[in-house]
């Protein structure tokens, strides 16, 4: 099997920066030891486990690709960048025809899935890569479609914590309030109660301090009208190991695709967890 030319994109961000320890050790991956990444980054390279990384800022990566291009040939890109870049991103990989994994939540999602659609590439867009909480999703979703209303007339409370440096609500506690919607709870994505400070993640929330600078907690509580009934789902993550292992998932199913001859198309986790 080649080996996968991969360009990690958004170091030396946290995320990025776990993904890339996962490819280096994983010899399906050949990472490209350049990155794009945000204005406000003033360092030109980072190092990772030994391997340093050029870093380009965003007035020269276009300039910046076509040379990488012409050196690596065929490659993929992951993006883990900030939600402000998320739709520019896009456009910038679909404009140069580089097939990517989206990881970064944010941003127009609907603008996004078209800008792929239109263009000659596909891409994996997810607000979430860990497998097992995707799984989680796609039986809500199932629930949703199956049973209408289910829930109607009970409460709804969800909460959401992760590091301070999570810019946005979390896209999984979005995407959840779809399917709550569905089963006949009025909730709106502005009643999500998202917490981002360390002292109340520790103190209240009983997160270990050790994984307060990456963590994704999140509770649903449903409740009936007359207070007998109390429903509660809680998926808690510590670290980012998980969310790397799946994002390693959905390159593979992208490089599979991409041999396929798919052009256009938008791939979620759920294509990627069903492999077909």
């Not at 963590?215 to 649903?220: A, F, I, K, R, S």
């Amino acid at each position: 099997m080649n080996r996968i030319k991969l360009m990690v994109n958004g170091l030396p961000g946290n995320m990025a920066a776990n993904v890339v320890k996962h490819a280096l050790l994983d010899n399906r991956f050949e990472l490209i030891t350049q990155s794009l990444t945000g204005p406000e980054i003033t360092d030109t390279e980072t190092v990772i486990d030994s391997v340093s990384f050029d870093l380009i800022q965003p007035q020269d990566r276009d300039q910046s690709i076509l040379a990488i291009k012409d050196k690596e040939g065929l490659f993929l890109s992951v993006d883990y960048t900030h939600p402000s870049a998320v739709n520019s991103n896009a456009e910038f990989y679909c404009r140069h025809g580089l097939p990517f994994v989206m990881g970064t939540t944010g941003g127009d999602r609907q603008g996004l899935d078209e800008t792929v659609r239109k263009s000659s590439i596909p891409g994996v867009i997810a607000p979430n890569m860990a497998k097992q909480i995707v799984g989680f999703q796609a039986m809500m979703e199932y629930a949703a479609n199956t049973f209408p209303d289910l829930f109607k007339g009970y409460s709804l409370e969800i909460k959401e914590s992760h590091q301070k440096g999570k810019a946005d609500t979390s896209g999984t506690a979005k995407a959840m309030v779809r399917y709550f919607t569905s089963l006949g709870l009025a909730f709106a994505e502005n009643d999500i109660i998202k917490e981002r400070d360390p002292h109340i993640q520790k103190t209240v929330w009983g997160i270990p301090e050790r994984y307060l600078e990456g963590h994704g907690w999140h509770t649903y509580s449903l409740e009936s009208g007359d207070k007998t009934v109390r429903f509660e789902f809680t998926h808690n993550v510590n670290g980012r190991d998980v969310y790397a292992q799946g994002t390693l998932d959905a390159l593979i199913y992208l490089n599979k695709k991409v041999a396929e001859g798919a052009q256009g198309q938008v791939f979620s986790m759920i294509d990627v967890l069903k492999g077909v």
